[in-house]
């Protein structure tokens, strides 16, 4: 374990940093931030299908203590929520951030007070800056980076991405941001368009996850208190009816990247937002069984994985790191894993 400093400091001291941030900021002029490639000008202040335009929106920022333990730790990682998404997902459990855009403008703020924010957070005492939903905003986030780190921000960069991003942008951002904790949504295509609008989700995600892996490999480096400092963690939310397509997901990841990336498995999806109501969504209209659970939680064993976090069955917001590397004893019940950690 080492306590690496982040690697945007380099970058900043020596240039580089400053023309990566042009370049960022240099597609919002016909924008092609992400996959969605809407074209337009957004340093004009023209609305991309995002609904954002020239400055970030920033719902809300804290000390979260919700995320896998390696980035909670102690004092929270220093989340930073920002408004709008460049997704439609009919069970979002932020939707009143992500798609309230009409109400969501009202907290747009400068590239300054941005930067203000994740030197509060360090000073708060935070292991890192979490930027949720990040994808939208990765020119205006590295633009406050660079601001920050002129002010002497220290903290690894968390880029928590719904991973419907562009390999251009996360190549601009490659040793800007420390640790990639991206979904990957689904198996099928045609999943992603019905439950988040948008066309070829997969391969998209899948080319984006795969750069991330080139940047990080599949290695995490911690520190002597066990926090993340750098790497790749792919989350995957188990979905009802299996609509994730989780093994088939984990399968990808073992076979084009590695079966070391760590993944983390999450179990808190409950029906919100349209899913609740429209009926054209109902095989989204309930929590996951504990049959299902048990059957997604197999495939770690199943498939060979060997690093990551899941969430407990009966209490999603608690994490477990089981031991992937035992197969002498496969997991094969949920309770076995909160025994393991007692």
């Excluded at 400068?110 to 924010?117: I, K, Y």
Aim: with cysteine.
């Amino acid at each position: 374990m080492t306590t690496n400093a982040p690697s945007y400091l380099s970058l900043y001291q020596s240039g580089e940093l400053a023309r990566r941030v042009a370049s960022l900021e240099a597609m919002l002029a016909r924008c092609t931030v992400c996959p969605r490639d809407c074209l337009n000008d957004r340093l004009q202040n023209q609305l991309a299908a995002c609904y954002s335009g020239r400055l970030p929106i920033v719902s809300s920022y804290t000390a979260h203590f919700g995320e896998e333990p390696a980035l909670t730790g102690t004092r929270g990682a220093g989340n930073i929520f920002f408004g709008n998404c460049n997704l439609r997902c009919v069970y979002c459990q932020n939707y009143q951030i992500s798609q309230a855009h009409k109400e969501q403008i009202k907290n747009e703020v400068t590239h300054e007070r941005l930067a203000a924010m994740m030197l509060e957070l360090q000073a708060r005492g935070c292991h890192n800056v979490n930027f949720v939903s990040p994808t939208h905003f990765a020119p205006q986030m590295a633009r406050a980076i660079l601001l920050a780190a002129a002010q002497g921000l220290r903290l690894p960069v968390v880029y928590n991405t719904n991973a419907y991003d562009s390999v251009e942008v996360l190549k601009l951002l490659s040793g800007v941001v420390d640790i990639y904790l991206p979904d990957l949504k689904y198996a099928d295509a045609g999943d992603g368009y019905t439950y988040s609008k948008v066309h070829d989700y997969t391969a998209h995600a899948r080319r984006a996850i795969t750069e991330m892996f080139r940047q990080t490999g599949d290695e995490l480096v911690f520190d002597e208190d066990g926090l993340l400092r750098r790497g790749l963690v792919v989350r995957l939310l188990a979905l009802p009816n299996d609509l994730a397509g989780v093994r088939e997901s984990l399968k990808w990841i073992r076979d084009a990247l590695s079966p070391r990336v760590a993944v983390s498995l999450m179990a808190q999806y409950y029906p919100t937002n349209r899913a609740a109501t429209d009926e054209r969504y109902t095989l989204l209209s309930r929590r996951i069984t504990e049959t299902e659970w048990l059957r997604t939680v197999a495939a770690l064993d199943d498939l060979g994985m060997e690093e990551g976090w899941m969430q407990e069955y009966e209490g999603a917001a608690h994490y477990y790191r089981p031991d992937f590397t035992n197969r002498e004893t496969p997991f094969k019940d949920i309770r076995d894993f909160e025994r393991s950690e007692q």
